[in-house]
């Protein structure tokens, strides 16, 4: 089973450099909504069989060109939400910076309680959990290999990807995860596997099961292939 996690396109409170959180009305810029219309041709061509999503608007936005072309009908989960980051939402990152609590978040993240909000730790907990359980009945309903979407926030998607790397969440800040990126994990019988990280580029080809897209919407092929292996893109990597 392989998601594609897709975070949100540019918004408002990125390109004024406060905390979103999970503050209502935060939607994209206009180079948010290109990038959102920009995923259309980055992933409408992919046997996509389904689309997980945080509730939050810049998330809708995102996801509802894309959603709209493949005739999908968005599943909204809570575990995915941005974090709760309490008394911080809303402010600028220039103020954050002073707090002490800022070099907690950055060198000692699981150790990370935010006033008012939700711990670090707490969301790791909530967004793996999330995907496993997503993935493990979408295997189940299919009987088969499935491709499929979730599409959430940056930090929700940095502690997805350190458990899916076995790392520590203390180290979770060193890894890049840009709006409207894509970042790819095959989740197998024995251990997830990450094969795209931070993607911005155009050619996904790699991650089709050979023959899926002769088959129809739900890929082909033995449990715990790896997306792409057998055409020489395993190690291609279009990150910034």
């Known amino acids: ?16 450099r406060t905390l979103a959180g999970r503050s209502a009305g935060v939607d994209l810029t206009e180079r948010g909504a290109d990038q959102a219309h920009g995923l259309v041709d980055r992933l409408a ?8 999503s945080s509730p939050l608007l810049r998330c809708q936005r995102t996801i509802s060109p894309l959603a709209a072309k493949l005739g999908l009908e968005p599943e909204f989960d809570e575990r995915l939400l941005e974090v709760d980051y309490g008394d911080w939402t809303g402010r ?13 978040v950055q060198r000692h993240a699981s150790g990370a309680v935010f006033p008012g909000g939700e711990g670090l730790a707490q969301v790791q907990a909530r967004a793996v959990a999330a995907m496993r359980e997503h993935d493990r009945s979408l295997a189940e309903k299919n009987g088969s290999d ?24 203390d180290g979770f800040q060193r890894i890049v995860v840009e709006p409207a990126s894509l970042s790819v994990i095959r989740y197998t019988p024995t251990a997830p596997y990450v094969w795209r990280l931070n993607d911005t580029g155009a050619d996904l080809s790699g991650l089709v099961p050979a023959g899926a897209l002769d ?11 790896t997306p792409g292996a057998d055409n020489g893109n395993a190690e291609r990597r279009d990150s910034l």
């Open 1 to 16: 089973m392989t998601v594609i996690l897709l975070r949100h396109g540019q918004s408002t409170s990125n390109t004024a």
């Open 45 to 52: 061509a992919l046997p996509i069989a389904h689309i997980v």
């Open 92 to 104: 600028a990152l220039a103020d954050l910076v002073t707090e002490p609590l800022w070099k907690v």
């Open 146 to 169: 499935v491709l499929w979407v979730a599409c959430t926030h940056g930090d929700v998607i940095k502690s997805i990807l350190a458990d899916a790397f076995g790392i520590h969440l």
């Open 215 to 225: 088959k129809g919407p739900v890929p082909g092929g033995e449990p715990g292939n």
